[in-house]
């Protein structure tokens, strides 16, 4: 199942740890909280989608016969970054995957890895009475997560036997498979 929260807290710490990176200080939040915006300067995380790759596949069973149906899904992030130093962030966020401690963390906290990233765009205007400097781009992760988990039982002991029969003149062997599943 996918655990939207543990990906939520996961990102969340990812872009703090990233602006830290650079000491760059930024409120983040997520957009659709049903909150008032944060102080500028601030990051915005929207989960666009969740589109899944691919067919499930199933894992090899375990000691007790049970095997994991395993899916690979992507999610797409919408980053939007408002305030001075906005566009730092979207560049930084282009160039995270030079620095691995900061993508190892966030693989090991959340299983996502980044996959790809559209261009920071600039779409800053008005707020009130001056120019906010925002820039917005889009991350697209991958990862996968288990659906289900199923018995498929072990096979303990497997028999080839043979019986000789004839056919047509011929003599063939006729193969006989005794399998005793757990």
Request: proline letters at 4%; one cysteine or more; aromatic letters at 8%.
């Given at each position: 199942?996918?655990d939207?929260?543990?990906?939520?807290?996961?990102?969340?710490?990812?872009f703090?740890?990233?602006?830290?990176?650079?000491?760059?200080?930024?409120?983040?939040?997520?957009?659709?909280?049903?909150?008032?915006?944060?102080?500028?300067?601030?990051?915005?995380?929207?989960?666009?989608?969740?589109?899944?790759?691919?067919?499930?596949?199933?894992m090899?069973?375990?000691?007790?016969?049970f095997?994991?149906?395993?899916?690979?899904?992507?999610?797409?992030?919408?980053?939007?970054?408002?305030?001075e130093?906005?566009?730092?962030?979207?560049?930084?966020?282009?160039?995270?995957?030079?620095?691995p401690?900061?993508?190892?963390?966030l693989?090991?906290?959340?299983?996502l890895?980044?996959?790809?990233?559209?261009?920071?765009?600039?779409?800053s205007?008005?707020?009130?009475q001056?120019?906010?400097?925002?820039?917005?781009m889009?991350?697209?992760?991958?990862?996968?997560?288990?659906?289900?988990?199923?018995?498929?039982?072990?096979?303990?002991?497997?028999?080839l036997?043979?019986?000789?029969?004839?056919e047509?003149?011929?003599?063939?062997?006729i193969?006989?498979?005794?399998?005793?599943?757990?």
């Amino acid at each position: 199942m996918i655990d939207i929260n543990k990906i939520k807290d996961g990102l969340y710490d990812f872009f703090d740890t990233l602006c830290a990176y650079q000491e760059l200080t930024f409120n983040i939040q997520w957009a659709r909280d049903n909150q008032n915006k944060v102080a500028l300067p601030r990051i915005e995380l929207d989960i666009l989608s969740l589109p899944s790759v691919g067919s499930p596949i199933q894992m090899e069973p375990d000691v007790d016969g049970f095997s994991n149906i395993v899916h690979e899904s992507n999610l797409v992030l919408r980053v939007i970054a408002s305030g001075e130093n906005s566009c730092a962030v979207c560049t930084l966020l282009e160039m995270v995957s030079f620095v691995p401690d900061i993508i190892d963390d966030l693989r090991d906290d959340t299983g996502l890895s980044i996959l790809n990233s559209t261009d920071p765009m600039n779409i800053s205007g008005f707020n009130d009475q001056f120019v906010e400097e925002r820039w917005s781009m889009d991350v697209t992760f991958t990862f996968a997560y288990d659906m289900v988990e199923v018995e498929v039982g072990l096979i303990e002991h497997m028999e080839l036997s043979g019986q000789l029969v004839k056919e047509n003149g011929n003599l063939m062997t006729i193969p006989i498979f005794t399998i005793d599943k757990t």
